[in-house]
């Protein structure tokens, strides 16, 4: 089963709107990333925020974490054609049994 | 260099045949990873490698054999597989899996696999 949920699945905006993507997950966490993969492509790891941080950012990225509603939102601000793609959080658990769990994915389509 | 490299782009291969997909990186990074992906859905875990060892075998089944022959290699070999295991296939590395280490994964572009 999936650890993290994205919604919505579909976002589209228009190009310099702001984009606010959320994950919920069901399990205690070590961290939690956000990536992002372009049509048919690898991913690319944008942020990771630990489960001791509430807050982070990162150029036009912001992240925040709610350990106690289990959930993250991934914030882009004065969104560009470019940012056109999958966007996916994914959770660890720790320790020595390693595993990333990606989430379903939002896809996010900005119109210029 | 911070790249993963993956080859072959694209692969289309008939259920009894043989091939493999390889995947480089020269990062230093000590865990690899593949990932199966099938369209509009997220990657899923097959197989991790810490220093070289195979750490985690999601249930994967048999027609599938990862090998890692060093450090900065990691193969997949394939056979006898279904029109169904069809997808893109993903290798990524990291540093390590050590406990509370910061562990982004650099991700390849991909192996596109059809099986007819």
């Given at each position: 089963s999936q650890q993290g949920e994205e919604d919505p699945q579909a976002l589209s905006i228009q190009e310099g709107e702001n984009a606010t993507m959320n994950c919920s997950y069901k399990t205690s966490i070590n961290n939690l990333q956000w990536y992002r993969q372009n049509s048919g492509r690898g991913l690319v790891h944008?942020?990771?925020?630990?489960?001791?941080?509430?807050?982070?950012?990162?150029?036009?990225?912001?992240?925040?974490?709610?350990?106690?509603?289990?959930?993250?939102?991934?914030?882009?601000?004065?969104?560009?054609?470019?940012?056109?793609?999958?966007?996916?959080?994914?959770?660890?658990?720790?320790?020595?049994?390693?595993?990333?769990?990606f989430g379903k994915g939002t896809l996010l389509t900005v119109n210029p | 260099?911070?790249?993963?490299?993956?080859?072959?782009?694209?692969?289309v291969m008939g259920m009894t045949n043989k091939k493999s997909l390889k995947c480089e990186q020269h990062m230093g990074h000590r865990a690899m990873y593949w990932y199966k992906q099938k369209a509009k859905k997220p990657p899923e875990l097959m197989f991790v490698y810490s220093y070289e060892k195979l750490?985690?075998?999601?249930?994967?089944?048999?027609?599938?054999?990862?090998?890692?022959?060093?450090?900065?290699?990691?193969?997949?070999h394939l056979h006898a597989l279904q029109p169904e295991d069809s997808?893109?296939?993903?290798?990524?590395?990291?540093?390590?899996?050590?406990?509370s280490s910061y562990n982004e994964q650099f991700f390849g572009p991909g192996t596109r696999l059809t099986v007819l």
């Open positions: 944008l942020i990771l925020i630990r489960s001791n941080e509430r807050e982070k950012h990162s150029g036009r990225l912001r992240v925040t974490l709610d350990t106690s509603k289990k959930s993250s939102s991934l914030l882009i601000t004065a969104s560009r054609a470019a940012d056109t793609a999958s966007y996916f959080c994914a959770t660890d658990r720790g320790g020595s049994n390693y595993k990333l769990t | 260099d911070t790249e993963v490299t993956q080859t072959p782009k694209h692969l750490s985690i075998n999601e249930s994967v089944p048999s027609r599938f054999s990862p090998e890692c022959p060093n450090s900065s290699l990691l193969n997949l997808a893109l296939y993903l290798c990524a590395s990291s540093q390590g899996l050590a406990v």
